[in-house]
């Protein structure tokens, strides 16, 4: 592949973007040729006294001559940052110390702010929540027992951790590939990092015998792998070469190696309800000296109980002819020994442990034809993809190899990696990414809105030392980032999609923060990080497709610490498109339904908060006319006009009589209507 040459210019940036789209008529004929296997663009702004942004944005508008909103205000900024950055809306005193900023100088305001968020613990909570969807973060196994995971929470709070510190994204994905094989400066960074593999280990069990199909799990781990760090669908080629992109079966099986060589941890299901495979802090030697005495013992009741359970499931599958057996006399049995069985695992000592992936012995996979595992193909050599370098492993080397393929991955040469990340920050910014397809980047995926600026930041992403955090300072501080969302009727016409960002996009708060808006406003928000859910004993449970866990623990955390089952979801969260613990999440619907409106106007949990809400009100703010205006700036950041002022005190002297103040339950009344109207749940 030639690199391109450096470019600059405005005049250029509309020729380049058709000589791009021509080119891309020639793809079936060089799949290869695809725009995002070729190497990053050397791109200048288009003009350098503008924000880079701005400039690659304002080219493109004035080129198809779209007219764009003005600045927006202080306190929808300060909203829709916040929400952005933490997913918390701000409060009264915050508005008032940002509106008060921002009048002198709106530019140093809106910087202080984003430091400001950009350092909140909470930050990493929300953007970790963005990362936990797309590795399709789950607190259970998924198979047809969905077997609770107690240790899984360790991986959620490694994601929020990592985002808080801003670790250099490429560090970041190296971790999770292959963190059990890289280096580290101390005991804590090891752990940190073998925690971090949880990425792997989370992938899907499947069937009532899941450890017998580590070929399903391959597959989930493939597919989420080339989705989220690749933006390519290379699951696609599991059965045949893929239909549309570079990837042909091979390069598929080439991977697959990798993780075929690798140890990943069964958390039990219902053929096999005992674990193995965890990883021990003190490492696996250590950790059996002084678990053996312990697992021996467990191992006669084990035995105990499955001999007991095959008695009770010969029940289903044959005539039982001794009189002195009977079903409910067996499960009664079955009970009493699985609860003296739960006595002796309780004694074991508490070492910490990990869901995560171990390195195996080294060894190439076969092709499986069709898809097949049990039709083994030709051989093929652990190596990178063919489009994307198609790098070996070094000769002599022991184990997976997981730790080149993270490197591969992350390699700033890679082409891909970078481009993806950006445009996933981008997305959540701005409503869409540039690339509006942002886990395919592929042949049929969508082209970039504006390639030479999407490669300008992937540049920039790089050049920053994979910082997340300077990108989100890049992009905010934009003009763009800053328009307000109201309409145009001229633009729109040409633009209704809102492609070139002429104004910003209005979108609905998702469930989380819907929850933890609602959570905050009522003082009931516990803001202290999540940890383990109440799940039994790691060792004493005991679950069927017939019987799966099924568990919802009630909790006041932030939601993204709310425990996340796969077969079961949790029904607010589904209600409003929360996360999928089966797939991996690009982006969120925003689906508006009656179910939704209906939720907020009669659920037990609207109701609560709304009376919280209320009785907080009219204890923090003694005087009566300004209990309106507070309720104004706390949930929706502004204070009320005066129609609305005329019209709510005409509401409370209708519902009191003129006798006086409105109580409680009037106000818990009108605080349940704000919660449930677009304009607490919609930021502009």
């Known amino acids: 592949m030639v690199k391109p040459a450096r470019t600059t210019g405005r005049r250029h940036l509309g020729t380049a973007f058709a000589i791009y789209l021509f080119s891309c008529a020639y793809l079936e004929a060089d799949p290869e040729a695809h725009w995002a296997y070729q190497p990053l663009r050397q791109s200048d702004p288009p003009t350098a006294n503008l924000h880079p942004i701005d400039a690659f944005l304002d080219a493109e508008l004035e080129r198809r001559k779209l007219v764009t909103t003005t ?13 952005d950055l933490i997913g918390l809306p701000p409060t009264p005193a915050e508005i008032e110390a940002f509106e008060h900023a921002f009048k002198k100088n709106s530019d140093v305001a809106f910087g202080v702010l984003l430091e400001r968020l950009l350092a909140s613990p909470h930050y990493g909570e929300r953007w970790g929540r963005h990362w936990l969807d797309l590795v399709r973060y ?3 196994s998924g198979d047809a027992a969905d077997f ?7 991986y959620r709070n490694y994601v929020i951790k990592s985002f808080n510190r801003d670790k250099p994204y490429d560090q970041f994905i190296r971790e999770q590939i292959a963190g059990d094989l890289l280096s580290s400066e101390n005991d804590e960074q090891r752990w940190e990092q073998i925690i971090g593999t949880g990425y792997l280990a989370i992938s899907r069990r499947v069937g009532v015998s899941p450890q017998n199909l580590k070929h399903i799990v391959i597959e989930d781990t493939l597919d989420n792998l080339g989705k989220t760090f690749l933006g390519l669908t290379i699951g696609c080629a599991r059965c045949h070469d893929h239909k549309f992109d570079a990837i042909p079966t091979k390069d598929y099986y080439a991977l697959y190696g990798f993780f075929d060589s690798s140890v990943y941890p069964h958390p039990g299901a219902e053929h096999q309800p005992y674990r193995r495979d965890f990883v021990y802090r003190i490492g696996k030697e250590q950790s059996d000296t002084i678990l053996g005495d312990h697992r021996a013992e467990l191992a006669q009741w084990n035995r105990k109980e499955r001999t007991q359970f095959a008695l009770y499931k010969s029940f289903q599958n044959k005539v039982i002819t001794d009189k002195n057996l009977t079903r409910s006399g067996v499960w009664s049995k079955l009970e009493q020994i699985r609860a003296e069985r739960a006595r002796v695992a309780e004694t074991f000592p508490e070492l ?4 995560a992936i171990s390195d195996g012995e080294g060894r190439d996979s076969h092709v499986q034809k069709q898809g097949n595992h049990t039709a083994r193909g030709e051989r093929v050599a652990r190596r990178f993809l063919g489009v994307l370098g198609g790098q070996t492993l070094p000769p002599g080397t022991n184990g997976s190899g997981r730790a080149h393929l993270a490197a591969w991955i992350a390699s700033p040469t890679n082409p891909l990696t970078a481009r993806v990340m950006v445009n996933r920050i981008w997305q959540h910014h701005f409503g869409e990414g540039l690339v509006r397809t942002p886990s395919d980047f592929g042949v049929r995926g969508t082209l970039p809105s504006h390639p030479e600026l999407l490669d300008f930041l992937a540049h920039e992403f790089i050049s920053s030392g994979w910082s997340v955090k300077a990108m989100h300072r890049l992009l905010m501080t934009s003009k763009a980032y800053r328009r307000a969302s109201g309409d145009i009727a001229a633009s729109a016409a040409v633009d209704p999609g ?32 999540g ?34 089952q796969r077969i079961q979801k949790a029904p607010y969260l589904e209600l409003f498109d929360g996360p999928d613990g089966n797939v991996p999440l690009e982006h969120r619907g925003e689906n508006n339904t009656a179910l939704q409106a209906l939720y907020f106007m009669n659920s037990s949990f609207a109701h609560e908060q709304a009376g919280a809400i209320a009785r907080r009100l009219l204890a923090e703010v003694s005087e009566p006319g300004e209990r309106l205006s507070h309720a104004y700036r ?10 609305e002022i005329q019209r709510i005190t005409r509401h409370f002297q209708e519902v009191t009589g003129g006798l006086g103040e409105p109580g409680h339950s009037v106000w818990a009344g009108l605080i349940r209507s704000m919660i449930s109207s677009n304009e607490f749940m919609f930021i502009d």
């Open 71 to 83: 600045g927006t205000k202080a306190y929808t900024l300060l909203r829709r940052a916040t929400l």
């Open 138 to 140: 789950a607190d259970t």
């Open 148 to 154: 609770p995971v107690p240790e899984a929470w360790k």
């Open 352 to 355: 910490e442990i990990a869901y």
């Open 498 to 529: 809102n492609r070139f960002l002429w104004r910003s996009h209005r979108h609905r708060l998702d469930a989380e923060q819907l929850r933890d808006s609602i959570l905050l406003f009522s003082g009931q928000l516990d803001l202290s990080p």
């Open 531 to 564: 940890k383990r859910h109440p799940f039994p004993h790691y060792l004493t449970y005991f679950y069927r497709q017939h019987e799966p866990f099924q568990e919802i623990y009630e909790s006041r955390k932030r939601s993204v610490y709310l425990l996340q």
């Open 634 to 643: 706390t949930i929706f950041g502004r204070h009320p006009e005066k129609i």
